[in-house]
Antibody, heavy 123, light 110 residues
């Protein structure tokens, strides 16, 4: 059974960089798209970006200037860095795997999710 | 890009059917057959219920169905059960390698 586990600091100061890691167990990260998605308190979901195991990335245009995703295939990990954070970046951050049907693999439909990491931006 | 529009709430009694709408534009919902629906219980991660408008992943009960007409997608839950009470989110591919979510609908089983 594939499992995803987010980890990283739960408190980040304004203007600093948020860094999270998603560790995948029970399966390989190869041949799948991996996304980060966040959910501010009491609000809806926002897609942040995806990365493929080759290192190909794509980001939400609204966050593109501040986001960097990276992949470590040897450790089965995907990482997120979000720079210049403000209180508006306070959210639960999820990593998720792109769903593969019998015919194709999706970049934008997600079957496995981590339990989420709460990140608060505050001084 | 704007979020897709969902009603904030929906409700139904056990055994009844309820439909949740998700309205976008021709640039997202209306333009692509990549609409998904997720169920999220409080404090939990979302669960994929419908993909590509009307397909169910393995393990999702056939009480859940999806459809699309023009710029509006819909999720129908038939034979409502207590465990269906949750938040539901739609998402759609929005072109240019971008994804947009709806604001979410809280489904209450009366």
């Amino acid at each position: 059974q594939v499992q995803l586990q987010e980890s990283g600091p739960g408190l980040v100061k304004p203007s600093e960089t948020l860094s999270l890691t998603c560790t995948v167990s029970g399966g390989s990260i190869s041949n799948y798209y991996w996304s980060w998605i966040r959910q501010p308190p009491g609000k809806g979901l926002e897609w942040i970006g995806y990365i493929y195991n080759s290192g190909t990335t794509n980001y939400n245009p609204s966050l593109k200037s501040r986001v960097t995703l990276s992949v470590d295939t040897s450790n089965n990990q995907i990482s997120l860095r979000l720079s210049s954070v403000t209180a508006a970046d306070t959210a639960v951050y999820f990593c998720a795997r792109g769903f593969c049907s019998s015919s194709s693999c999706s970049r934008f439909q997600f079957d496995y999710w981590g339990q989420g990491a709460q990140v608060t931006v505050s001084s | 890009q704007s979020a897709l529009t969902q009603p904030p709430s929906a409700s139904g009694s056990p055994g009844q059917s309820v439909t949740i709408s998700c309205t976008g534009t021709s640039n997202d919902v209306g333009g692509y057959n990549y609409v998904s629906w997720y169920q999220q219980h409080p404090g939990k991660a979302p669960k994929l219920m419908i993909y590509e408008v009307n397909k169910r992943p393995s393990g999702v009960p056939d009480r859940f169905s999806g459809s699309k007409s023009g710029n509006t997608a819909s999720l129908t839950v038939s034979g409502l059960q207590a465990e269906d009470e949750a938040d539901y989110y739609c998402s759609s591919y929005a072109g240019s390698n971008n994804l947009v979510f709806g604001g979410g609908t809280k489904l209450t089983v009366l």
